[in-house]
């Protein structure tokens, strides 16, 4: 018998029902209904509706309505109806009154009772991932005389095929972002929602806006209608640079583009580099140590170790005691409270972020406290002799006023003293002719100069 299907405006679904004239529902019934109630009635007639005729859209929840009628049964009191359908995907929930979920299948657990021959069921079927292309769905109804047999009762099957509907919309693409930026590689990120249509996805980036880079994203496709994270990890880049980048989102409506961003490269950095490392003004109890040091783009920490041993145990921060940029910047620190006469193991250190610089040991002696200069010796005093007892003293550095002696073979004497920077003039003028003697204290040495007086 040639079966009859009724397709509303809104949905068409096929499943199979089956019912018994007993009032309790059979499983496994959905796809050839019963034959102990005989062949297919035609004139029992199934509809559907609640899903679009366009197809189904993945994910989507639908309130569906299983409609029959027979008007042959319009007149008989008690007549009923009952329905086994099954779906081959998604999921069913909020089953009627009267009826049972079993996984796919929505089956009556007892008969419902007929108005004017009509009756209906209405449930949630939620459409399955973007994907997964058709669905089958079959339905039985069987319409019953409630005269305890299968006598006089009319039931139809039917059995469909539900199409995922096309995407009409393009990909998404929001929350689009770089980060994990280093002098070589940085990471570009978005959310990119498929609207229903498989979505290949990819990073275009360059120097410029016309890029000429491309990388697959991580995933590379995205499907159903959320956002899916994609990232994607660019690498061999250089240091210092700015890149210009934006997420390209095609399916089969057409391909989205995100606005262009840009991100810079970090600065190349390495280890920082020390140089001319020298002592100097070194006294009996103080030196200075000086270095050049390139910070190579990283932030960099320096100071002086320095000890009896090349253990060192003691340190001091230079001045300045940070640097940065590339080029080279002077640094220098005054180290004190030595001992006279030692040798002094010091080296620099630099800290970077990139790790730490150690120049090689170097050493240095503090003079002797007791070393005695005969400035006479080396031509830092004149005139000698002095016809008027005038006489100046190079001294090559700053004198303290309180140390300074003059004397003779009698004892000390008082001159005028004048004393200025690198210059003392003593003035013997107002004492008889003879040698003298002045001492002072100069950089941590006993100085002594003779003089002579004509």
């Not at 019963?34 to 009635?41: D, K, M, N, Q, T």
């Not at 409630?146 to 998404?172: F, H, I, K, M, Q």
């Not at 910047?329 to 970077?352: D, E, M």
Request: net charge neutral; with cysteine; proline share 4%.
């Amino acid at each position: 018998m040639k079966k009859k299907i009724i397709v509303s405006s809104v949905a068409l679904l096929i499943v199979a029902l089956t019912m018994m004239s007993t009032d309790s529902g059979q499983m496994g019934a959905a796809s050839s209904g019963c034959s102990c109630h005989g062949s297919p009635s035609a004139s029992t007639v199934i509809t559907l509706t609640g899903i679009p005729v366009t197809g189904y859209v993945p994910g989507t929840a639908y309130s569906v309505t299983l409609s029959a009628s027979n008007p042959s049964y319009a007149a008989i009191f008690g007549a009923k109806a009952g329905f086994d359908l099954l779906f081959s995907g998604g999921a069913l929930s909020n089953a009627p009154a009267q009826t049972t979920i079993n996984g796919l299948e929505l089956l009556h657990s007892s008969g419902k009772t007929l108005t004017s021959g009509n009756v209906s069921w209405t449930f949630t079927w939620t459409a399955p991932a973007a994907g997964t292309g058709p669905i089958t769905a079959n339905i039985a109804v069987n319409m019953t005389n409630g005269n305890g047999n299968t006598n006089g009762d009319a039931y139809n099957v039917a059995n469909l095929t539900l199409l995922e509907a096309a995407s009409t919309a393009l990909p998404t693409i929001t929350n689009v972002a770089s980060s994990a930026i280093t002098t070589n590689a940085a990471t570009v990120s978005a959310d990119v929602n498929a609207n229903n249509a498989t979505t290949t996805i990819s990073v275009e980036y360059g120097l410029t806006t016309a890029y000429g880079s491309t990388l697959a994203t991580t995933p590379s496709t995205a499907s159903g209608n959320t956002a899916t994270a994609v990232s994607a990890s660019l690498s061999s880049l250089t240091p210092n640079t700015i890149y210009n980048y934006r997420i390209k989102a095609v399916n089969s409506v057409g391909t989205t583009y995100s606005a262009n961003a840009t991100f810079t490269t970090a600065i190349a950095t390495a280890l920082p580099t020390i140089t001319n490392v020298a002592s100097s003004a070194i006294t009996t109890n103080a030196a200075t140590v000086s270095a050049d040091v390139n910070a190579n783009n990283a932030t960099t920490t320096i100071s002086v170790e320095y000890g009896l041993t090349t253990s060192y145990g003691s340190t001091l921060a230079t001045t300045p005691s940070t640097a940065s940029g590339n080029t080279a910047t002077a640094v220098s620190a005054s180290l004190s409270s030595l001992t006279p006469n030692t040798i002094y193991n010091y080296r620099i250190k630099a800290v970077n972020s990139v790790g730490t610089t150690y120049s090689a040991n170097a050493t240095f002696q503090t003079n002797n406290l007791t070393s005695i200069v005969l400035l006479e010796d080396n031509g830092m005093v004149y005139p000698n002799p002095s016809a008027n007892g005038k006489f100046i003293l190079k001294t090559e550095g700053i004198v303290d006023r309180e140390k300074i002696k003059v004397y003779n073979a009698m004892g000390a004497v008082s001159p005028f003293i004048h004393l200025e920077q690198n210059k003392l003039e003593i003035d013997l003028s107002m004492e008889a002719s003879g040698i003298y003697y002045v001492s002072f204290e100069l950089q941590g040495q006993q100085m002594i100069a003779k003089l002579i007086k004509k």
